[in-house]
């Protein structure tokens, strides 16, 4: 079965510095795709990235990148220039198979970021 | 474009009653997933609808059923319902094809008194 863990549950940065979240994950499918979306305060979930399990390179989008260590199972996200606007929880999501299964994806647990100005 | 639109934000029921949310996807989304999100449970899937047919369902009791139309427009109804059904019920849509990401509607929140 498929599982996302983010040992996380708050995090800190200051304002402009760069923030690492760690998610690891569990499939024994070799196509997969990994995920990570944001949830402000207000509730609604906004996608951020994501990284195909046969991807070569490290998905970047602006701000984001995805640390994709395979071997390890790992997809970590970092933010770089950390914005006060990036305080949110930031959710790690799987989803097994071909792209059929997208609309059922597993969800860590969540970590709650908080940006120091 | 108009995102995912789910209805009612807020509402309160009380035991053993029953209550149905709709969302509408994304125009072009034929994809509809929903999560019921909880502090405890953290986000769990409930079901996906494509093209009007259950593709995907999550470990829940029978108490929780949905149905997707025609024009994708899907609603989910919770039966008899339980204090543990005070949640956030989060509607999802996404394209066929692509990388699958799930575009959220802001979310219909449940109390259950």
């Known amino acids: 079965a498929q599982k996302i863990t983010q040992t996380q549950p708050g995090m800190f940065v200051q304002e402009k510095e760069a923030v690492t979240l760690d998610c690891t994950y569990d499939?024994?499918?070799?196509?997969?795709?990994l995920f990570w979306y944001k949830q402000p305060s207000s509730g609604e979930m906004i996608f951020l990235i994501y990284?195909?399990?046969?991807?070569?390179q490290n998905a970047t989008e602006g701000r984001y990148s995805l640390n994709f260590q395979k071997a390890r199972k790992s997809a970590n996200l970092v933010i770089s220039a950390s914005q006060l606007g990036d305080s949110a929880m930031y959710f790690c999501a799987m989803r097994e198979g071909v792209n059929t299964n997208a609309g059922k994806s597993t969800f860590g647990d969540g970590t709650t970021l908080t940006v120091k100005p | 474009k108009a995102g995912v639109t789910q209805t009612p934000r807020y509402l309160i029921k009380t035991r053993g009653q029953q209550v149905t949310l709709s969302c509408s996807p994304i125009?072009?989304?034929?994809?509809v997933s929903w999560y019921q999100q909880t502090p405890g449970q953290g986000l769990q899937f409930l079901f996906e609808?494509?093209?009007?047919?259950?593709?995907n369902k999550g470990n829940f009791p029978g108490r929780f059923s949905g149905r997707q139309f025609s024009n994708s427009r899907s609603e989910m109804n919770v039966s008899t319902l339980e204090l543990g059904d005070s949640a956030l019920y989060l509607c999802a849509s996404s394209l066929t094809g692509g990388t699958g990401e799930l575009f959220f509607g802001e979310g219909s929140r449940l109390t259950v008194l």
């Open positions: 499939t024994s499918d070799p196509s997969y795709g």
């Open positions: 990284q195909g399990s046969y991807d070569q």
């Open positions: 609808y494509f093209s009007e047919t259950q593709r």
């Open positions: 125009s072009g989304h034929r994809s």
